[in-house]
């Protein structure tokens, strides 16, 4: 038989409160219970201790328990969670109301964190809170090894390696029993250093055998450790002095002359061999420890060898070893810069043309004379002046652009027509080159796009009268000189000298060819992949022509219609656009390769596109589908030949 909920509960407090005995304290209470429902539970403690509880629709069943001796107020609550915890459920605080949910949702809810610096809390130890403990001697992530299979099933813990904290969700009672265990494994080491001084190997080398030998064993922290410290040729050891009893004895078996004679060789990788030799060379000058006893020269000889782009060095031990260490930081690999350039002239053009044009057009033929730059405009229009003067069309055929005007009349056979043509052309920009420069980091590149053009620097005289000139050749067009130097922050600073020469037209009384020249030189910092603009160099040049019928055309007044007159005015503004971008493994070589590559390609497809049906088939790339691979080291084909040529 089964009470309601209500009566239950009221059943279930009046056992609780009743006395079988002497009467017990005003404080305590007898609690025993058998297949009572938890809600019934959960109501009782509420109204003992005035809590407020927020149960999960999930938190169901029946609860037993004996008692044989009074409860204390204050340790009903501690008992009420072992409960929870023993059923699957758990207690945890919250603002105003503590929330009863199954175990398994614990991590999800939000519960009372405990920084490292607070204490663990005395009371209602059986609550759900999260505790962070700071470990300052020993590492964390061997900790949680050892102190995971310590905490219940709904308890969670997780290391932070960075800070060295450890973050624990669970009752409280076992955070305290937790940080009392990491208190006493998290105790200094009393430390002692030795430091070894080599004689003939190198520090960084012999530290690096260390540790390949010594490593600490799996689960645990390593206790002796080693480091190199170049700049002494020395190996720092810490640890128990057993171990650094045993690397000290590994050190002196390690630490010995090699007898393969006082002489090596450097096969260098990326490094120029003759200008690493010269610096080397310059060091071992101005170093008083690299000079003789009696002072008459270097003790180290340096000399490279270009056919292999190597680096061969004789001397004392101790001092090769230096040589070593700068040839190392000096072979690497250096970075390129790729400069892409648009070099063009932003003019403004102004063309005034007037002539006449005189077509003559028979019953068999017909003829075409011009004297107009733009020939092309009689010449394609004389069928149109045929069809026009026959009364096929109703009006005279006209140029594309400007202003034509047409007179025709009938003589005999033969038809006049007289064509007025006046041109005015604005001219945009002319683009002079596109130049792409990849170079290394501080290197100089140049670009020249133009003509070798001979000049006369010199006439002699012989004896018998005969004149010979000296002819000089220079280089006459776009000259483009860059030197990149890639900075901090990706920025890049260039040395720029860009030049644009042409020849002038004839010049009377001039002795030889005259040239106009452009120069621009400046020092600029750009950052990387942005585009830099520098212009301002204007030329300003005018041209006059006159084309006409010998004779005719210079009789006043009537000469006009048996000539043409061409006046122009030009200013050209020179006008340089730089695009560098650093260029700093393999991989950014080919991504750029592939930019270039497919741009090129799309050219083609379009101009292919252009012709069709034309029977033009236009050549067009394969697809670039792949990254172009670099050939493997020298050393990694021949292993061999590097071990036996290893420093």
């Known amino acids: 038989m089964r009470l309601r909920p209500s009566l239950a509960s009221a059943w279930l407090t009046a056992a609780l409160l009743a006395t079988p005995a002497a009467p017990l304290a005003a404080d305590t209470l007898t609690l025993n219970l058998r297949d009572t429902d938890i809600h019934n539970l959960i109501d009782l403690v509420a109204e003992e201790t005035g809590t407020n509880f927020i149960v999960d629709p999930r938190v169901r069943?029946?609860?037993t328990v004996v008692s044989s001796r009074p409860v204390a107020r204050d340790e009903l609550e501690d008992l009420f969670h072992e409960i929870l915890d023993i059923h699957g459920f758990a207690a945890v605080e919250g603002d105003g109301a503590t929330r009863i949910i199954p175990d398994g949702q614990t991590t999800q809810e939000p519960t009372p964190l405990l920084t490292p610096d607070a204490e663990a809390p005395d009371t209602r130890g059986a609550s759900i809170v999260t505790h962070v403990i700071q470990a300052r001697h020993v590492d964390v992530t061997q900790l949680v090894p050892a102190l995971r299979p310590l905490l219940p099933q709904s308890g969670h813990m997780a290391a932070s390696s960075g800070s060295n904290?450890?973050?624990?969700?669970?009752?409280?009672n076992n955070i305290r029993r937790l940080q009392r265990i990491v208190e006493r494994m998290d105790r200094p080491m009393d430390t002692e250093f030795d430091v070894i001084e080599l004689e003939h190997a190198r520090a960084g080398d012999l530290t690096e055998h260390l540790r390949e030998l010594m490593p600490g064993r799996p689960g645990e922290l390593q206790d002796a450790r080693a480091q190199a410290d170049p700049r002494s040729?020395?190996?720092?050891?810490?640890?128990?002095?057993?171990?650094?009893?045993?690397m000290r004895g590994l050190i002196a078996q390690l630490d010995r002359e090699v007898h393969r004679g006082n002489t090596r060789v450097h096969y260098l990788r990326y490094a120029r061999a003759e200008t690493v030799a010269e610096l080397l060379r310059s060091i071992a000058e101005h170093d008083p420890g690299m000079e003789t006893e009696d002072g008459d020269g270097p003790r180290v000889h340096i000399e490279s060898h270009e056919s292999t782009n190597a680096v061969v060095t004789s001397g004392p031990a101790e001092r090769l070893r230096d040589f070593d260490d700068i040839i190392d930081q000096l072979d690497i690999r250096r970075a390129q810069v790729l400069v892409e350039a648009v070099i063009a002239e932003v003019s403004s053009d102004r063309v005034e043309e007037l002539g006449v044009q005189w077509g003559a057009i028979g019953s068999s033929a017909a003829g075409v004379l011009s004297f107009s730059e733009r020939q092309t405009g009689i010449v394609d229009l004389a069928?149109?002046?045929?069809?026009?003067?026959?009364?096929?069309?109703?009006?005279?055929?006209?140029?594309s652009d400007g202003l034509t005007v047409g007179a025709a009349g009938q003589s005999g056979n033969n038809a006049i027509a007289g064509l007025v043509n006046m041109l005015q052309r604005d001219s945009a920009t002319n683009i002079l080159s596109t130049p792409s420069l990849l170079t290394l980091d501080n290197e100089e590149a140049e670009i020249v796009v133009g003509q070798n053009v001979p000049f006369v620097v010199g006439r002699s005289i012989e004896d018998s009268g005969q004149a010979f000139d000296t002819i000089r050749r220079e280089d006459v067009g776009v000259k483009l000189r860059v030197r990149p130097q890639i900075n901090q922050g990706n920025a890049v600073r260039m040395e720029i000298e860009q030049e644009v020469s042409q020849l002038a037209p004839g010049t009377?009384?001039?002795?030889?060819?005259?040239?106009?020249?452009?120069?621009?030189?400046?020092?600029?910092?750009v950052?990387?992949?942005d585009m830099l603009v520098l212009g301002g160099l204007i030329e300003e040049q005018q041209t006059d022509q006159e084309a006409g019928v010998p004779g005719l055309g210079n009789i006043p007044g009537l000469g006009r219609l048996f000539r043409a007159d061409?006046?122009?005015?030009?200013?050209?503004?020179?006008?340089?656009?730089l695009h560098p971008r650093i260029v700093r493994d393999s991989a950014d070589g080919a991504e750029l390769t592939s930019e270039k590559y497919s741009f090129i390609r799309a050219e083609q497809l379009r101009e292919r596109a252009r012709t069709r049906?034309?029977?033009d088939t236009t050549p067009v790339l394969p697809q670039w589908d792949r990254l172009t691979e670099l050939p493997p080291a020298f050393e990694e084909l021949h292993p061999a030949y590097a071990t036996d040529h290893a420093d």
């Open 613 to 615: 049906g034309r029977g």
């Open 566 to 577: 061409r006046n122009q005015t030009e200013k050209r503004n020179l006008m340089v656009f």
């Open 383 to 399: 069928a149109g002046i045929d069809a026009y003067l026959g009364g096929e069309v109703a009006s005279p055929p006209g140029l």
């Open 527 to 529: 950052d990387d992949g």
């Open 61 to 63: 069943g029946e609860v």
């Open 233 to 246: 040729n020395a190996i720092i050891l810490s640890g128990d002095e057993t171990d650094r009893l045993r």
């Open 508 to 525: 009377a009384g001039a002795a030889d060819l005259i040239t106009n020249t452009r120069t621009l030189t400046t020092h600029v910092l």
């Open 165 to 172: 904290t450890l973050l624990i969700s669970a009752t409280r």
